[in-house]
């Protein structure tokens, strides 16, 4: 029987730690060893598998692509073959490690219009998102990717935002949009890359959303992005402490 998973969008301007957050939920939630937990990359640049200490070989757009090869030679040439095709190419593409699953998507959805392709992928990748507890999306800068088909299934939309005026802009947008698109049942937003406690305050005063935490600027975090390693091998620091009890308020 298919599970309804906890699908949480990792949101926000470019630059503002959507990728650091992402890995650093991901490790949070895959702790727990009874929990299947799927991390999708849902960046064109491709960034969570460093975080995440996996290696991508295959996108859905590298299936994609290749399928639309294949479809223009004639082949697959049944619905029938097409679904199992894509079925087998998508599970193959996942990387697993114990609890833990990661797929990379790669540009969403490229040039030309393959909305059969397309529409095939997002229900594959809904139905592998079944199998699941709780699936982290780590998303593109800005608003647009909102609108695209696989922000369609998100449950939890966790905005994040620096202390600039544009990024909580950008977060305000990103919530008026998914509001008409997606079927999002809970949202909040976290304040990143804070400087002291007084900046949180000031800050938590000048935005309308539901805040659910706000988190420091971390040395740590810094040098284990810049030096490309597994944040599964990050100390617990009080940073992480504070995005930990940011997410379980999410999560309620
Ligand atoms: N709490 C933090 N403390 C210190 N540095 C941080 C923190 N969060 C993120 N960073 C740093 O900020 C930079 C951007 O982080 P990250 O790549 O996670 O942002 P992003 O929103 O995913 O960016 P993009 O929009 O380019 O995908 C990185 O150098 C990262 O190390
Ligand atoms: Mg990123």
Known sequence: MQKEPVIIAVCGKGGVGKTCISALIVKMLSRDPSKKVLAIDADPAVGLS????????KTVDDIRNDLITRLKNGEPSTREELINSLDYELFSALEERENLAFLAIGRPEGDGCYCRVNALLKDIIKEIAGNFDYVVIDGEAGVEQISRRVMEMVTHLLLVS?????????????????????SVKQSGLIFNKMRDQEEID?????????TCGAILENETIRTFDREGRSFFELPGNDTIHQLNTAIKTFLI
């Open 50 to 57: 460093f975080p995440l200490g996996v290696t991508v070989k």
């Open 162 to 182: 620096d202390a600039s005026l544009k990024g909580r802009k950008v977060v305000e947008t990103i919530k008026e949009v998914a509001q008409k698109k997606c």
């Open 202 to 210: 000031a800050l938590h005063s000048k935005t309308r959303l539901f």
